[in-house]
């Protein structure tokens, strides 16, 4: 089955850290660009991150000001996320999200979604 | 605040046709970066509805469409079904702000 699983998610007090994971199956997970979105709880979505098929290009989103790291193990069709000096604000579920392509570009678009964790920042 | 603008919700009667915008800018859509359409039903995780302006992935149904026009773009959904009631989200790349964009989200109501 084609499928993204995310874990990792939890509660934490403000400051600390925390690391996602996403395992991909059913497809081949190596080829494909992949990235993190978020949904803030009753709020619209919130594109976090992406990374290259390969793993040598990142991209974040400008407001999270280099407190987040994307990551991937081909060989283990994994997906990371590594959440430095966590805010309130990162309150959100987070999606791991296949990119159509194996470079992520201005024409990304996410064809394949997991179901998300839930991450909660508060003290 | 988004730098694609939606309208919050929409509505319509089963069979009927409606029409969600997003509205952007010259650093965006305006810019002629590809527009993509979400559709996340309630407790839902996204599905990709519409990319690259106005091709639907297999298994999307040809009641939907999008079309692009200078600085915005539009979701079309004919036929509205029971079904089709959740959020709807545009997508495309800002340059401006370097990164991938999603509009604030439509609620779409069927009566």
């Known amino acids: 089955e084609v499928q993204l699983v995310e874990s990792g998610g939890g509660l934490v007090q403000p400051g600390r850290s925390l690391r996602l994971s996403c395992a991909a199956s059913g497809f081949g997970f190596d080829a494909y660009a992949m990235h993190w979105v978020r949904q803030a709880p009753g709020k619209g979505l919130e594109w976090v991150s992406g990374i290259f098929w390969n793993g040598i290009s990142t991209g974040y989103a400008a407001s999270l000001k280099g407190r987040f790291t994307i990551s991937r193990d081909n060989a283990k069709n994994s997906l990371f996320l590594q959440m430095n000096s966590l805010r309130p604000e990162d309150t959100a579920l987070y999606f791991c999200?296949?990119?159509?392509?194996?470079?992520?570009?201005?024409?990304?678009?996410?064809?394949?979604w997991g179901q998300g964790t839930m991450v909660t920042v508060s003290s | 605040q988004s730098v694609l603008t939606q309208p919050p919700s929409v509505s319509g009667a089963p069979g009927q046709r409606v029409t969600i915008s997003c509205t952007g800018s010259?650093?965006?859509?305006?810019?002629?970066?590809?527009v993509h359409w979400y559709q996340q039903l309630p407790g839902t995780a996204p599905k990709l509805l519409i990319y690259a302006n106005n091709n639907r992935p297999s298994g999307v149904p040809d009641r939907f469409s999008g079309s692009k026009s200078g600085p915005s773009a539009s979701l079309a959904i004919t036929g509205l079904q029971a079904a089709d009631e959740g959020d709807y989200y545009c997508?495309?790349?800002?340059?401006?702000?370097?990164?991938?964009?999603f509009g604030g989200g439509t609620k779409l109501t069927v009566l």
């Open positions: 999200a296949k990119d159509r392509y194996a470079e992520y570009s201005s024409s990304s678009a996410f064809d394949l």
């Open positions: 997508q495309s790349h800002d340059s401006s702000l370097g990164d991938s964009e």
């Open positions: 010259s650093s965006n859509i305006g810019a002629g970066y590809d």
